[in-house]
């Protein structure tokens, strides 16, 4: 009863579920999911169990379980990590790899004809104690005790959203990681739920200046609206990655006021059927999990765009909308209460040439390097580039023009123009403040744009061009322009081990590279985290060098 499946990855831990009695247990490793149709002895106290029976659980470890036998093909590995998954007397869950259900007696259990019905529900609606705001640091930032969020639905299982899980790491292993973005600090949420340790360093982390998070933050199906990720092989995983976020924000959004579920409207300039490409997006959309897909050019007319705008077509789907600046602060808090250590220190060189001194500094198995732009020198990677954007952000409250409650957006069109000034982004950031976008500037590395510089002034007309009565907006008060730099690189995002030797001894690197999403950082975080969960998992368990040596170690692929 051994089968391939695709859906989720990993089993997130569950944590004080004080309304139930669970009677299954789920045996985890980075790539193998095991479940014991069991009913062990505990009492509630006993329910905070994710590792191995110390601590709370001290005493399980040992109970019901020498007479269960794996089935060949399943991978045993030298730990695996106790997950509390369920209230049901019978558990249904799915691995991106292999399966086996075992019952009591050891017997196997046909739960092919059950998985269509299997549908897990919310155990707890996750609260919060007070609205989730940007304040100046995330030590202020606070949150309820309730649990939850636990869901598996026709076998999809999602992450661990409680900032109050308490869990026992996994034999002490700590991962290492370099950067403190969204890229990682979502990768140390993963790793800390799959129980290991993890120390998070970063030249900066969250800075008093609330505008240091300048992204979109419209979550999109690859490619972009700005249009950088073409690359075949780019394109393939960053669909599968892409995918497995949107599933975790459309979760988020049900109790995290900083991430919102919009209707996203993408708008075309000729018929979706004369463009190969669009039309191959439009249809992979319409068959994927994303929510609400609408095709009608008759969207031009209900959100007043401008009829002489130049569009003629259009669609629209739900999408995450994440305000930026609320969500890092809330990351960031998560990460610390899970038990994260954030050091700020800035790193300098090619971690190669350091690896060996910074696994024993900071007592780490692996290293995450998720340095974006500055993989230029952490990773001497001369692909990487800056890609200048910037936003302007206008008061939304429906005073001076109708409030935009929707985003709407014209993807850059590679046949009409190279100079991505075709580019129309409007989407409200939160429930007050509406960014306009977008550029996207190549190799510029120079933060010295403003309001008044030409591509901006013309980015604000073509979007007072879509949308009549933009014009009469009111600028934020507290920022009324933010710029950035996308760290892009040349051809593919990298989510894959260091293929170059160790320079002390010459061996497998145990660095793993995470950077060069460009624009989509927060489209692609969980899946680019679940990824480097698994090639963390290659690094403990001494996957050869031939295994190394791929373009990338990736299961998302799964999500396509």
């Known amino acids: 009863m051994l089968r391939k499946v695709y859906g989720g990855v990993w089993m997130p831990t569950f944590v004080r579920p004080r309304t139930f009695v669970a009677n299954s247990i789920a045996y985890l490793s980075g790539r193998v999911l095991l479940v014991f149709l069991q009913t062990p002895r505990y009492t509630s106290d006993h329910l905070r169990c994710n590792s191995g029976g110390e601590g709370d659980c001290a005493g399980l470890k040992q109970n019901n379980y020498a007479d269960l036998q794996i089935y060949s093909g399943i991978r045993k590995y030298r730990s695996l990590t106790k997950h509390i998954i369920s209230k049901l007397s019978v558990v249904y869950a799915i691995s991106t790899l292999n399966i086996g259900l075992i019952s009591p007696a050891g017997s196997k259990v046909d739960f092919e004809p059950a998985l269509d019905d299997a549908d897990f529900k919310l155990i707890f609606e996750p609260t919060l104690s007070s609205p989730l705001q940007p304040p100046d640091s995330f030590l202020t930032m606070t949150a309820s005790s309730t649990t939850p969020v636990l869901v598996l639905k026709k076998g999809m299982v999602t992450l661990d959203v409680s900032p109050n899980t308490i869990r026992t790491p996994r034999n002490g292993r700590r991962v290492l990681i370099v950067g403190g ?157 899970k038990g ?47 890609l200048r954007g910037a936003l302007i952000r206008l008061v939304n409250d429906g005073k001076r023009f109708p409030k935009v409650n929707e985003a709407l957006a014209v993807t850059h069109d590679n046949e009409l123009s190279s100079d991505h000034e075709d580019i129309v982004f409007i989407v409200p950031r939160n429930d007050n403040i509406l960014i306009l976008g977008g550029i996207a ?120």
């Open 181 to 337: 973005g969204v890229t990682g600090l979502t990768t140390a949420w993963v790793l800390l739920d799959a129980g290991y340790n993890v120390t998070v360093v970063a030249e900066h982390f969250l800075l008093n200046d609330r505008n240091i998070q300048v992204a979109g933050a419209l979550w999109e199906y690859p490619p972009a609206v700005c249009g950088q990720h073409t690359d075949a092989t780019s394109l393939a995983l960053s669909k599968g990655w892409s995918l497995t976020s949107y599933r975790i924000f459309d979760q988020l959004s049900k109790f995290l006021p900083a991430v919102k579920m919009r209707t996203a409207n993408f708008f075309f300039g000729k018929a979706i059927e004369d463009m190969p490409d669009q039309l191959n997006k439009m249809r992979e959309i319409e068959v994927s999990c994303i929510k609400g897909f609408v095709r009608d050019p008759d969207l031009i007319s209900k959100h007043a765009v401008n009829q002489h705008a130049g569009v003629v077509d259009a669609y629209s789907h739900l999408a995450p909308v994440i305000d930026t600046d609320a969500y890092m602060v809330w990351l960031c808090n998560l990460v610390a209460t």
């Open 340 to 386: 994260a250590k954030l050091i700020t220190r800035r790193i300098n060189g090619d971690l190669l040439n350091s690896e060996h001194e910074l696994l024993r500094t900071y007592g780490a198995v692996a290293i995450v390097n998720a340095t974006g732009l500055n993989s230029l020198e952490t990773a001497s990677d001369k692909a990487c580039y800056p």
């Open 441 to 560: 500037q190549p190799h510029k590395s120079e933060l010295n744009l403003s309001l008044n510089s030409p591509e901006i002034k013309r980015m604000r007309e073509r979007c007072n061009k879509f949308v009549p009565g933009l014009e009469q907006a009111e600028y934020d008060p507290e920022a009324p322009f933010v710029q950035g730099l996308r760290p892009t690189r040349v051809g593919n995002v990298r989510v894959e081990r260091e293929l170059r030797p160790n320079k002390m001894n010459g061996g497998i690197s145990r660095i793993v590279h995470s950077y060069g999403q460009g624009g989509s950082g927060f489209s692609f975080s969980v899946g680019c985290a679940f990824d480097i969960l698994h090639l963390i998992d290659a690094v403990e368990f001494a996957i050869t060098k031939s295994d190394v040596a791929m373009d990338s170690y990736s299961l998302t692929r799964a999500n396509l």
